[in-house]
Structures are given as C-alpha cells and as structure tokens.
C-alpha cells in the first residue's frame, strides 16, 4: 500500500502549527479537534438527508421565529456535547439557542475558551440536495478562568477572534479555518475519515467576477445597493465586468467559492428586514475573520463587521463581503449614495 506522507490530517497539521509555539497549551488545536469530530458525525447525517425520515420541521420554532429542521438540533447537539466533553471550551452560543449554555464544570471553568457557532447554515436547502455548512468562531474568555464564563466573554467584537471557520457539505465535505496565521482548508476523505490538508494558505483573490446576492430583493435594498448591482451588469473594462450572479442560498457555500474565485456576496438591510438577516456572531463575524486573514474585506456597509461591539447574542446585520478590490469598488457606490 502507498502511503503517501505528503498528506497531512487536521490533527497533525495543528499539532506541527503547535511546535511553533513552545508555550502553547494546546487547548485550540483540542478545540479545532472537537470541532472536527462533531462535523464528522454532522456530515454522516447530511449525506444521508434524503434517505431518512429526518427531513422536516422539528415543529419547533428557534428564537429568530424561524422552523427549525430535525438536522440542525442534530448539528447543534453534536457541537454542543463535543465541546461540553472537552477540556477547552467553558461555554458556547448558538444560533439554535435562546441564551448561551455555560458548561459548569471543574474542565471547562479552567478551560480559555467560548465558542459561537451557526449548527447548520443554509438549512432551507437540505431536502434539495444543495450544499450547507456549519459555522464557528472562538473567543478567548475575558471572564477569570477557574469560574464559570459570562455574558461578556460572547459579546466581544470580532476583532477579538482567535479562529473561525466553518464546514461545507457539499460535493466533497471541507472544513477550513482560520488563525491570524492564515487560512487552511481541509477536505474529509471519506475512506480514512479524516480530514486532510488540501487548500495549504488560502488567499482571497484581489479581485473576481463574481457577485452574490438575492434579486428577489432588489427593490427592496437602498439607492447605493442598487447602483452598485446595476454596475456589476455592466460592461465595464476597468473591472472586467459584466460579472457573473451566482447565489447558492446557504452563505457558506457562497462566500467559500467567492473566497476560492474571487467576488463579492451581499446580504444587504431590505425594507422587511431593516437591521439585516444574517447573524452577527453566529454568521458575519466568522466569515469576516476568514475572509480578512485571507486578504479580503468585510463591512456592514458602514463599517468594519469586526469593529462592531454586539449588544445581544442574536443580533443581526446586513453584510457586505469578499476580495478587496471588489469590495473597494463596492464602498465607492455607498459613500455616493
Ligand atoms: P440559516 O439556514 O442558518 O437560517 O441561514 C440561512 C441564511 C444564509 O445561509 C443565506 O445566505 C441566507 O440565509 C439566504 O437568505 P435568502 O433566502 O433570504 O436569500
Ligand atoms: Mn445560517
Ligand atoms: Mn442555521
């Protein structure tokens, strides 16, 4: 048999990032280990969405008075009781939660970390075989270690980050995630059940000619928005454009190819939704930490997502985000308008 040593796990590629750092605990890689595990098992009931009875309402209604799907509890549980089991996590806070769970015991007291995650992203996709995710994100606590974690330690501005990322199951599954070091993508290769490193050092490309967004609201977004998507229809040689519309609905699978390809995906404030539909905690923040490590921007179209300071766990806001010229170009329609 070939063993081919070129490729590495995710729990060999964080332990070697480890060595690098001789007074790391490693309590993060443990994390990212966990993590790893709950999307494992998550991605074993994904892929087997259309064959049982797990399609459908839960028949429960989560805090943002949307339907909950069976397979996000599922996804919620799994992170949760992976997390609660570890020795790095003294909380977390989800999407499928009212409030965040603080675990409470002698482990997670002493532990560095919370975790905020979406369970599974792009849910109303799931019974059409279309790509979803999982997002995350970790804070170091600022609450005293030995005691249990508190409201602050989840309300911290993105800017305190230490990793995020999130799990896409779609034709292949992947997780990546990012560190201030850079942005590394992992593919699960089902024979070994392991993830391996397959995207070393992700970079967001400069520019691209992609733009992700639903039109079924334009008329709903305000006077800049919609300048803005009128130029990316444009003829335009300046910027390569017309670009090319491409919306998924689940935003991880959408903001993953945008980061791979270049482009830029908006989730603007409509007149239904004035304050926006995505989360800041669970959603925008994480995606704004990857996509700035891997050189890219990320605004709520007046400021940097990761400068704003959260008020409350489910907050939403309106997201602009993707490579940075793009992004650029983006700014100059909004100060117009
Ligand atoms: P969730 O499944 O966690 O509720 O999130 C769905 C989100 C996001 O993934 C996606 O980009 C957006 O909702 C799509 O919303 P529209 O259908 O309004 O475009
Ligand atoms: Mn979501
Ligand atoms: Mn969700």
């Known amino acids: 048999m070939n063993v081919n040593r070129k490729v590495l796990t995710l729990d060999e590629f964080t332990l070697q990032q480890l060595r690098n750092f001789p007074h790391a605990t490693g309590e993060l890689s443990n994390l990212l280990r966990d993590i790893g595990l709950a999307a494992k098992r998550v991605n074993v009931e994904v892929n087997k969405a259309g064959l049982v009875d797990i399609l459908g309402d839960a028949g429960t209604v989560n805090v943002q008075g949307e339907d909950v799907k069976k397979l996000d509890i599922y996804a919620n549980n799994q992170l949760m009781g992976v997390l609660s089991h570890g020795i790095s996590c003294a909380g977390i806070g989800s999407e499928e939660l009212p409030e965040f769970v603080v675990f409470d015991d002698e482990a997670s007291n002493n532990s560095k970390y919370v975790c905020l995650f979406d369970p599974l992203d792009g849910s109303g996709n799931i019974d059409v075989n279309v790509s979803i995710g999982t997002i995350f994100c970790v804070y170091r606590r600022i609450s005293e270690k030995g005691k249990p974690c508190t409201r602050e330690d989840f309300l911290q501005p993105g800017r305190n980050m230490v990793a995020a990322g999130y799990i896409i199951y779609g034709s292949s599954t992947m ?99 004035p304050k926006g539909k995505l989360r800041l905690l669970y959603e925008c923040n994480p995606f704004a930490f990857i996509v700035e490590v891997a050189g890219g921007k990320a605004t709520n179209g007046r400021q940097r997502i990761l400068d704003v300071q959260p008020t409350e766990l489910h907050q939403r806001s309106s997201l602009f985000i993707g490579s940075r010229k793009m992004m650029e170009e983006l700014e100059t329609y909004l100060a117009r308008s």
């Open 175 to 273: 997780m990546v995630y990012a560190t201030r070091r850079g942005v590394n993508g992992f593919t699960l290769d089902p024979s070994i059940g392991e993830f391996t490193l397959s995207h070393p050092n992700i970079k967001c490309p400069e520019t691209g000619k992609i733009y992700s967004v639903n039109h079924g609201n334009f008329f709903q977004y305000e006077k800049g928005v919609q300048a803005y998507i009128d130029a990316c229809q444009k003829k335009n040689k300046d910027n390569g454009g017309p670009y090319t519309q491409r919306y998924i609905g689940s935003m991880v699978a959408d903001v993953h190819r945008n980061l791979i390809k270049g482009g830029i995906f908006m989730y603007p404030a409509t007149i239904d939704k």
